[in-house]
């Protein structure tokens, strides 16, 4: 059983940086993608970052390219993601959910995605 857990979230002004950390705390020894989604108010929830097992690579959505970073924890922990966000803006405000799963069909579809976290704040101040 994969259980999701977040931490790191919290109010920021614009052009902070902050870290969010996802681990699975449901023991698996199962390999899992694991992605970064976010939701903020009145709008749908909208991929972020991947970390893919299948070509040990990364993805990210255009709007967030060249400012945040996924990373895979130590290698002895198999299912855990950080998303280092720098330069962070206003726009950046919103809920952000971690998602597993072990053969995402689209990295980038939040329906691809079998197991979620509680989510965690990020707010960003102008």
């Known amino acids: 059983q994969v259980h999701l857990v977040e931490s790191g979230g919290g109010l920021v002004q614009a052009g902070d940086s902050l870290s969010l950390s996802c681990a699975d705390s449901?023991?698996?020894?199962?390999?899992?993608?694991m992605a970064w989604f976010r939701q903020a108010p009145g709008k749908e929830r909208e991929f972020v970052a991947a970390?893919?097992?299948?070509?040990?690579?990364?993805?990210?959505a255009p709007s967030v390219k060249g400012r945040f970073t996924i990373s895979r924890g130590n290698a002895d922990v198999t299912n855990r993601v950080h998303l280092q966000m720098n330069s962070l803006k206003p726009e950046d405000t919103a809920v952000y959910y971690c998602?597993?799963?072990?053969?995402?069909?689209?990295?980038?579809?939040?329906?691809?995605?079998?197991?979620w976290g509680q989510g965690t704040q990020v707010t960003v101040s102008s």
């Open positions: 449901g023991g698996t020894n199962r390999r899992y993608a």
């Open positions: 998602a597993a799963d072990e053969r995402p069909y689209e990295y980038y579809g939040r329906n691809s995605y079998d197991y």
């Open positions: 970390w893919l097992w299948s070509d040990s690579n990364t993805r990210y």
